[in-house]
């Protein structure tokens, strides 16, 4: 099974921070990686996604930082905000149209 | 866009009895997955369709899971004999190439 390891398990971060979370993956035939947002009680939403082709990707406050060598990639939230408060999770995959490996999840806490 | 529709939202009964979970895709989306999310593994796909047809049932735990797509706009999966360990949350998610995939809010289950 093809995993995806992700990092931290919870993190707090005060309003106003950077809010940083890890994740690394196995198999290089992967060409997609989202990353998803989960409010308690809804299912996950696509928050961001990178290709491998690319070191980096921001929309608003959210950016992915992608290693292929190192084949690690992460999220940093800039100015962290209290309506961030979620679970996080990394995934991988081919393509939006087959399956996803999730990783484990980050559960979010901003402070206010 | 009523995105996609998940019934029942809640689900109590008793270990032994027949479950039955519901989707209804989003219009014009050709594949639809099966996730279960579980404190213990996590968001897993347990099986996916394309134009209806299953193309990925590896995930789909034992013979009690089961699930059918008769259609484009319904896909339901059943598990027979429900057991304990199966409580958890299922997610449906479609998508089309090229769109990410979108979830329903899930159908928490519990089995007494």
């Known amino acids: 099974q093809q995993q995806v390891k992700q990092s931290p398990q919870s993190l707090i971060v005060q309003k106003g921070g950077i809010s940083i979370i890890n994740c690394a993956y196995e198999?290089?035939?992967?060409?997609?990686f989202p990353w998803y947002q989960q409010f308690p009680g809804k299912g996950p939403a696509l928050l961001i996604a990178i290709r491998p082709d690319v070191s980096e990707k921001k929309e608003g406050r959210f950016t992915i930082s992608f290693n292929k060598s190192a084949k690690q990639f992460s999220l940093h939230i800039m100015d962290s905000q209290p309506g961030d408060s979620a679970t996080y999770f990394c995934?991988?995959?081919?393509?939006?149209?087959?399956?996803?490996?999730f990783g484990s999840g980050t559960r979010l806490s901003i402070r206010p | 866009d009523a995105g996609v529709i998940q019934s029942p939202r809640h689900e109590v009964t008793e270990m032994g009895q027949e479950v039955t979970l519901r989707c209804k895709p989003i219009?014009?989306?050709?594949?639809l997955f099966w996730y279960r999310q579980t404190m213990m593994r996590g968001l897993e796909l347990l099986i996916y369709f394309n134009n209806n047809v299953p193309i990925d049932d590896s995930g789909m735990p034992e013979d009690r899971f089961s699930a059918k797509m008769p259609n484009a706009s319904f896909s339901t999966l059943k598990i027979q004999p429900s057991e304990p360990r199966d409580s958890a949350v299922y997610f449906c998610?479609?998508?089309?190439?090229?769109?990410?995939?979108?979830f329903g809010d899930g159908t928490r289950l519990s089995i007494l």
């Open positions: 998610a479609s998508t089309s190439p090229g769109l990410p995939q979108h």
């Open positions: 995934a991988t995959t081919y393509s939006s149209a087959s399956k996803i490996i």
């Open positions: 198999n290089t035939a992967f060409d997609y």
């Open positions: 219009s014009g989306h050709d594949y």
